[in-house]
């Protein structure tokens, strides 16, 4: 029987999952690519002796690629070696001022009250409103699905 092929325009994160969710069901998968290299936006280029990430800095929502990984039957812990950076980054304001994104609670308050007191109960209210999930069209929670039919 001849085998069912795909070709995958773009080799950036989503070509990549596509690619190997259609791979893993059989398909013979090829990904087509402009760029010298895959990643898409997940690139960075370094210029003297700097590195500069040309698209994603923060690895949000992890369970994601947790649950992408699993139904590979492939484990994030075991082929990445992530590490956290705290602060994850640092903002320098014109007047010098600056402020360190970091997940210590402790220090966030001090840091975001001392720019404008009363402003840490609006940076806990972000954060519960980010940490909900996202609408769905339907009104239901947000899920990843890959509804393709082989
Ligand atoms: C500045 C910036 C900051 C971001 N920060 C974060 C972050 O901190 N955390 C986070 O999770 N996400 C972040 N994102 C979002 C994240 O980068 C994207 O959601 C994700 O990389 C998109 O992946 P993709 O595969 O859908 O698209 P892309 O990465 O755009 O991949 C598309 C690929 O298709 C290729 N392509 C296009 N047309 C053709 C063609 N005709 N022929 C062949 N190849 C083609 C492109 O070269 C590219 O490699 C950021 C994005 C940007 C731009």
Do not use: W
Request: with cysteine.
């Amino acid at each position: 029987m001849k085998a069912t092929t795909a070709i995958v325009i773009g080799a950036g994160i989503g070509g990549i999952t596509t690619a190997a969710h259609l791979a893993q069901h059989g398909v013979h998968v090829t990904v087509l690519e402009k760029n010298q290299r895959p990643g898409g936006r997940c690139d960075r280029f370094s210029k003297d002796g700097y590195h500069f990430d040309t698209g994603p800095t923060l690895f949000v929502m992890p369970h994601i690629y947790e649950a992408e990984f699993a139904s590979l039957g492939a484990s994030v812990d075991d082929l990445l070696d992530l590490q956290r950076v705290d602060p994850t980054y640092r903002l320098v304001f014109d007047d010098g001022g600056q402020l360190a994104l970091t997940s210590d609670l402790k220090i966030m308050y001090e840091q975001l009250e001392a720019i404008e007191p009363d402003s840490f109960d609006g940076f806990l209210r972000y954060l519960t409103e980010g940490s909900s999930p996202l609408p769905a069209g339907d009104g239901t929670a947000c899920r990843v699905r890959f509804p393709y039919r082989i």
